[in-house]
């Protein structure tokens, strides 16, 4: 069975920093490129930062300078370092393991920044 579990995520205040973990089984972790996404209410689901097997990363232009995307795959586990956190980049976070066509989704953490 494939699972992805997520956590770290949290309140913080503006200007504050999160680390969140998705650690991936039931599936060659190695091989597949890992994402993270972020739905706010009533918004469209987006991309926040990637990372494929081979180490090649992307971020949305909002979060890049302050987010980080690495991956450890002797741990299976995927990271997003969040920095200089912003009230827009409240959200729930998603994340997400693709690999040719399977696609499997982790169950989303809410991230909060508010004062």
């Known amino acids: 069975q494939v699972q992805l579990v997520e956590s770290g995520g949290g309140l913080v205040q503006p200007g504050g920093s999160l680390r969140l973990s998705c650690a991936a089984s039931?599936?060659?972790?190695?091989?597949?490129?890992m994402g993270w996404y972020r739905q706010a209410p009533e918004r469209q689901r987006e991309l926040v930062a990637a990372?494929?097997?081979?180490?090649?990363?992307n971020y949305a232009d909002s979060v890049k300078g302050r987010f980080t995307i690495s991956r450890d795959n002797a741990k299976n586990t995927v990271y997003l370092q969040m920095n200089s956190l912003k009230p827009e980049d409240t959200a729930v976070y998603y994340c997400?393991?693709?690999?040719?066509?399977?696609?499997?989704w982790g169950q989303g953490t809410q991230v909060t920044v508010s004062s």
């Open positions: 997400r393991a693709d690999f040719a066509l399977w696609t499997y």
């Open positions: 039931g599936i060659p972790f190695s091989r597949y490129s």
């Open positions: 990372i494929t097997s081979g180490g090649s990363t």
